[in-house]
């Protein structure tokens, strides 16, 4: 008998920025100024109200995403709330991905430490994939669309990597994590829909579970996903969420997903 079909799920966000929660069009943050960033939403909770709403509604696999410096006393209350089920991500290295363990988070999340100079450095994934165990490292390949094709983007999506997300890369990034973490970071804030095209290749290339982030703007979506990506590709929602000042009901997706299990 052919075991049952996988559905996906909704996977919930605390984005970081400044110590603070917030909801930010992936495509304008900077390294050099906030001048031309674009902020949808600032919470007027702390981080950890919103770690506890989800330990509430029992939503695992949710990550925290620091989005620059000066936000790690935040990540800390977050993980702190609900220890052992939420991701970290964001200054990820070899060098401190123990401390966010011991700080509560149940895996941690790397990108841009694996791509010195813009490329990808197999060493440096072999490294801390053995420092953390690969059941708790998640490989972020956010991305941004060149033509017909993905490539990973880096230090918060600003640089263009060498690796394009195909299925060769990631079944080779699959032997050393247990994860990945996709923003699509050209749709990502903007509420406009999600790139229907990249779910349903990642839905064809993984092997491992697998968040896609970026675009979502209504509770259909996730049937969507579930339905490009043969329940391979779970879902996050950012700023169209009512809790992150959108319209998508928090409590109608939580019923919605759960519906789907």
Not at 48 to 71: C, M, Q, T, W
Not at 112 to 131: K, W
């Amino acid at each position: 008998m052919a075991p049952e079909q996988r559905r996906s799920t909704f996977r919930p966000c605390i984005d970081l920025h400044e110590g603070q929660v917030k909801q930010i069009v992936g495509g304008t943050l900077s390294d050099c100024s906030d001048e031309g960033l674009k902020t949808n939403f600032v919470a007027t909770q702390p981080p950890e109200y919103f770690a506890g709403k989800y330990r509430d509604n029992s939503l695992e696999g949710g990550h925290v995403i620091k989005l620059g410096p000066r936000n790690d006393e935040a990540a800390r209350r977050a993980l702190a709330e609900w220890r052992n089920h939420l991701q970290i991500g964001g200054g990820i290295t070899a060098d401190n991905a123990r401390e966010w363990l011991d700080a509560g988070a149940s895996k941690i999340i790397v990108t841009s430490y694996l791509f010195p100079g813009g490329n990808f450095d197999l060493e440096r994934l072999q490294t801390i994939s053995s420092l953390v165990g690969k059941d708790r490292l998640v490989v972020d390949v956010s991305c941004r669309r060149r033509g017909d094709k993905w490539f990973v983007a880096m230090n918060k999506w600003q640089d263009i990597t060498t690796m394009e997300v195909n299925k060769e890369n990631l079944n080779m990034l699959a032997q050393y994590c247990n994860e990945f973490l996709i923003h699509a970071a050209d749709v990502e804030g903007l509420c406009q829909g999600i790139d229907e095209e990249l779910v349903k290749k990642l839905g064809e290339w993984v092997t491992i579970p697998t968040t896609y982030a970026g675009g979502a703007k209504s509770i259909t979506d996730l049937e969507t996903v579930n339905r490009l990506s043969g329940g391979q590709v779970d879902l996050t929602y950012g700023s169209s969420l009512d809790i992150f000042g959108g319209i998508v009901s928090f409590d109608e997706l939580v019923k919605a997903s759960k519906q789907e299990h």
